[in-house]
């Protein structure tokens, strides 16, 4: 399989525990990106990665995130001291614009968090 | 900053039958491109089709088709000959300067045999 692949799947945790997640993005993709989607609503933007460069951060990711990309490959997703509201569905996609003038992006299939 | 609006949450309709996906964003961006994603249950994201804001003609892909109306912010997918395989979460996602994509609340798209 050569798609965007997240680890673990499911990860059920208890308040104030740190939970980390990884993608690994198809190997060519220079482009990462978290999202998070909670129940009932669209994904929203975390940030991005652009090889081992991170570009861009949204307010959502709070001081409790942090993200690496440390030799421009897998990502890691890191939450401390997680809080119920931290409980979605995190998201990982992977891009690579090359010659196109769109950016397409790849979706893993996500790791489902719940936080107790 | 970018918003979406997916005015319906849910629809239903029978297998072969044409359902059309209503999607209105805000920008301030010129250039841009818009994307619909489906969710199906229990599974990933999957782009449906995109359609570049500078092309005025709309883009089609197989069954699936947009009505692109720029002027009014507007981008409805239209799905032809429903099969059961469309049942899934539609996302409406502009993309503008910024890499990130900007999703609508989606709406669920159920396909009745």
């Known amino acids: 399989d050569t798609g965007v692949s997240q680890n673990p799947r499911h990860k059920i945790t208890k308040r104030g525990q740190n939970v980390t997640f990884r993608c690994d993005p198809i190997s060519e993709h220079n482009r990462l990106y978290w999202y998070r989607q909670t129940l009932g609503q669209g994904p929203e933007f975390l940030t991005y990665f652009q090889n081992e460069a991170q570009l861009e951060k949204s307010r959502l990711l709070s001081d409790r995130f942090s993200a690496e990309r440390p030799k421009g490959s897998f990502s890691t997703l890191e939450i401390q001291r997680t809080e119920q509201g931290d409980s979605a569905m995190y998201l990982c996609a992977s891009s690579y614009p090359g010659l196109s003038s769109y950016n397409e992006q790849f979706f893993g299939p996500g790791t489902r968090l719940t936080v107790l | ?113």
């Not at chain 2, 059309?20 to 994603?37: A, P, R």
């Open chain 2, 1 to 113: 900053a970018q918003t979406v609006t997916q005015s319906q949450p849910e629809m239903s309709v029978q297998e072969a039958e044409t359902v059309t996906l209503s999607c209105t964003y805000d920008t301030s961006e010129n250039n841009y491109y818009l994307f619909w994603y489906k969710q199906p249950p229990s599974r990933q994201m999957i782009l449906v089709i995109r359609q570049e804001a500078y092309k005025q003609q709309n883009a089609t892909e197989n069954r699936f088709s947009v009505n692109f109306q720029k002027a009014a912010k507007s981008f409805s997918l239209k799905i032809s000959d429903s099969q059961l395989g469309d049942t899934a979460m539609y996302f409406c996602a502009p993309q503008g300067g910024s890499e990130k994509l900007v999703f609508g609340k989606g709406m669920k798209l159920t396909v009745n045999p």
